[in-house]
């Protein structure tokens, strides 16, 4: 069976085709158009005309190169933005396809299947997914799937329109650390300290554009290959070097570094920030990048369109 899910993130939105036997994945078509659909909502609560039109034009260029079973996901944005439906239909009109807008929770639960989906680990797992608007931790193993899930209302999109947004020179240290407490006292709302408790030998896995980028990035890739990716290991170390790196530059000057995409330039420090805070919390040192997130988890999830 040929699947296609469409993932319709905060920050972006991606699309995969793959092949699905005995429950394997086998990739067809992988792509991914940065779009900002949540651009300006943290100080709104609105998506504004130009994100939506911008966001529905890129569905269908894919929609014209997907193939067999289509799905499409929406995550944060659009389980937060007040006038969501307004771009629900506008896609639907548009494609003939609904918007299926997944809670917190599912949305955590379908990036833990696709995450793991593909390493040969055993005992506990938890990942950490951070988006544009929200980061997603979970906890499981193979064995028994899911255990436990909490998603936190913080992605890079909306962390950076808080803190990091004059792109036209460095931000201070201050800056950062107001950056790294806000997440720190949000994650600890959200109770993401429970995690640390089973983290007893539990691999932890990262997964997200800007984990990639980070890695990326550490490796000095000249052309950024998501797929040379997989599997890599970013450490604390690593993370709160480039923290320090992002912030020292100006906007165009980030958009010049070796290994880091230009369309994720304007929110990198925004995905560091929460990656460092999230692997503080865990009680980890590193975790293993996985490229394999939600839309990889829904190509294995049983679904009627």
């Known amino acids: 069976m040929i699947r296609t899910v469409i993932d319709i993130g905060s920050n972006s939105i991606k699309m995969r085709t793959a092949r699905i036997y005995n429950n394997k994945v086998s990739i067809i078509h992988d792509e991914t158009e940065v779009v900002r ?27 014209k190169h997907a193939k067999g079973d289509i799905f499409i996901a929406g995550t944060m944005a659009l389980r937060t933005a007040k006038n969501a439906d307004e771009f629900l239909k506008l896609v639907k009109d548009s494609t003939g396809l609904e918007v299926h807008v997944l809670s917190g929770i599912d949305e955590a639960k379908y990036s833990w299947l696709g995450a793991v989906d593909g390493f040969d680990l055993s005992g506990n797992i938890i990942m950490f997914d951070s988006g544009g608007g929200s980061t997603e931790f979970v906890s499981g193993n193979v064995a028994q799937g899911v255990e436990k899930v909490i998603s936190v209302p913080v992605g890079a999109v909306n962390l950076c329109e808080k803190f ?14 107001k950056a790294l407490e806000f997440v720190k006292n949000l994650f600890s709302e959200y109770d993401t300290a429970s995690f640390s408790l089973i983290n007893n030998n539990s691999h932890i896995i990262g997964v997200g554009g800007g984990v990639a980028a980070m890695s990326s990035v550490k490796n000095a890739c000249e052309n950024f290959m998501p797929s040379k990716l997989h599997g890599s290991i970013l450490t604390l170390r690593d993370i709160s070097l480039q923290i320090r790196i992002y912030a020292s530059l100006t906007l165009s000057e980030r958009e010049n570094i070796i290994g880091l995409p230009a369309s994720r330039a304007d929110v990198i420090l925004g995905s560091a920030c929460i990656a460092y805070e999230a692997l503080k919390v865990l009680n980890a040192d590193k975790c293993i990048v996985s490229i394999n997130g939600l839309r990889h988890g829904l190509l294995l999830r049983e679904y009627e369109n």
Not at 37 to 61: F, I, N, Q, Y
Not at 164 to 177: A, Q, V
Request: charge should be positive; include cysteine; hydrophobic fraction near 25%.
């Open 164 to 177: 990091f947004n004059e792109h036209n020179k460095p931000f201070s240290k201050s800056s950062c650390d």
């Open 37 to 63: 659909l949540s651009r300006g909502m943290s100080s709104t609560g609105l998506l504004s005309p130009e994100s939506m039109k911008k966001s529905c034009d890129a569905v269908c260029r894919m929609i």
